[in-house]
């Protein structure tokens, strides 16, 4: 019996059993923001803007980002062309940053691209809906709790919620002079969007977002300081460029006075023929800085933390790839941005439904009878960053997905970016305008052609 126990306690789960192997893990579950409450949520969001702020591949990496997850456009697809030309032109002018930023300093389209920035970077931002239609952009570190809080009231890291995790409240803070804050205001959840990163915990378990960037953090600071030593290494070589030995005890230029003008002096600047003495040698010093094996562990790296936000590192380097494999990656990547540009939808839907309420509250959009705001349909379509591997035949492959009825156009539009009504309407008008000069376009025809 004893030997069978000893056998049965010998296989298990390495994860609960580490032997020494690694440090053991606590085994206390506790909600995620502990990890991060406080001054240290607000550590992690000056790391990263740090490394953003003096390291390229990271500034890079999310500027990248951005240009996938962050560009979108706006379609009203009502039964009403009257409705839906008056709301798209009302987000047209609301666009604007005298309309749309409080500070008047940013657009819609480039604060909505600031926010994505800052969710990545800080975990998490607040965007307030001031009553007057504009909006105010709030970072992670200004959201805490406020100085005076009621009894009984619960405050995770600058939000007040309920017992299931919704959000009541944002206690705000305003920045003083370069460095400072003062506890400010508070805002109500329903006149905020909360936009950040809340991983996969319940709404009860994580109130403020995390970035995924967090991950790659601490490697990506070492890596910056094995960088810079490389580099003072390599210039310390090259400062040190030639050694000179010798045999003989004398200096070079002989113990007389009058031969010390023949010392050996080396000017690197032209090139030089040394003439030198019976016992005296000459080297370079050659810096084998870099190493290579020092050069593939920066790639690793890099990798690693380009993994983070999920972009494949063909894109960092293009040659790392054959253009098959590029392409993959690419198509890949598309894929992993599809739930990130959800939750941008979502910000956005947020924002537009605010937005038709002011207009028809201050009288600019005037809706049919009986009309509702969820009778309103929009959607916020996806950029196309032109991916195109070959258009000829991707086209035909779409068109025989339609035939087949195994795609429609919308849905094709899209994808790449279009709206498709639109796209039907604009060749309307070149049609009409073509036949008006007699010109008949060779890829569309009118029933009366």
């Not at 019996?1 to 609960?16: H, Q, W």
Request: glycine letters at 8%; aromatic letters at 8%; proline letters at 4%.
């Amino acid at each position: 019996m004893g030997v069978i126990s000893r056998v049965k306690s010998a296989f298990s789960y390495d994860a609960l059993t580490p032997k020494g192997r690694r440090k053991t893990v606590s085994r206390t579950i506790t909600r995620e923001d502990n990890h991060v409450r406080g001054s240290k949520h607000r550590a992690l969001q000056a790391n990263a803007s740090d490394l953003v702020r003096n390291m390229a591949v990271c500034s890079w990496a999310v500027r990248r980002h951005l240009d996938y997850v962050a560009n979108f456009s706006f379609n009203t697809r009502t039964p009403n062309k009257d409705v839906n030309t008056q709301i798209e032109r009302l987000m047209v002018e609301d666009s604007r940053p005298s309309r749309f930023d409080v500070a008047g300093k940013f657009g819609r389209e480039k604060m909505f691209r600031i926010s994505e920035a800052r969710r990545v970077i800080d975990g998490d931002t607040l965007l307030i809906m001031m009553n007057d239609g504009r909006m105010q952009g709030i970072q992670a570190d200004l959201i805490r709790d406020p100085e005076k809080k009621k009894a009984g009231d619960e405050w995770i890291n600058g939000v007040r919620i309920t017992g299931t995790g919704r959000a009541l409240e944002y206690g705000i803070r305003k920045r003083e002079g370069y460095v400072g804050t003062v506890d400010h205001r508070r805002i109500a959840a329903s006149n905020a969007i909360h936009y950040g990163f809340f991983g996969d915990r319940y709404a009860a378990d994580q109130v403020r977002g995390i970035s995924p960037l967090t991950a790659a953090l601490d490697p990506l600071r070492d890596l910056k300081d094995a960088v810079t030593l490389a580099q003072a290494r390599a210039k310390v070589a090259q400062i040190f460029a030639l050694a000179l030995t010798r045999d003989a005890v004398e200096p070079l230029g002989g113990d007389d006075e009058e031969d010390d003008d023949q010392a050996l002096n080396v000017n690197f600047t032209d090139p030089q023929v040394l003439d030198l003495d019976p016992g005296q040698k000459a080297e370079f010093l050659e810096s084998r800085t870099p190493s290579t094996e020092f050069q593939a562990f920066t790639v690793l790296v890099i990798q690693l933390a380009l993994k983070s936000l999920d972009i494949p590192y063909s894109m960092f380097d293009g040659s790392a790839s054959t253009f098959y494999g590029g392409r993959a990656e690419a198509l890949g990547y598309i894929g992993a941005c599809k739930e990130k540009r959800a939750d941008q939808q979502e910000m956005r839907r947020q924002y537009t439904v605010w937005k038709l309420r002011n207009w028809v509250r201050d009288g600019r959009l005037l809706l049919p009878r009986r009309w509702m705001i969820g009778d309103i349909e929009f959607d916020w379509i996806p950029n196309s960053l032109n991916n195109w591997w070959d258009r000829g035949k991707e086209t035909k492959g779409a068109v025989a997905a339609i035939e087949a009825g195994l795609d429609t156009p919308q849905r094709v539009a899209a994808e790449n970016g279009f709206v498709f009504e639109e796209n039907i309407d604009a060749i309307q008008k070149a049609v009409e305008y073509a036949k008006s000069k007699g010109i008949v376009l060779p890829y569309a025809t009118t029933p009366d052609a």
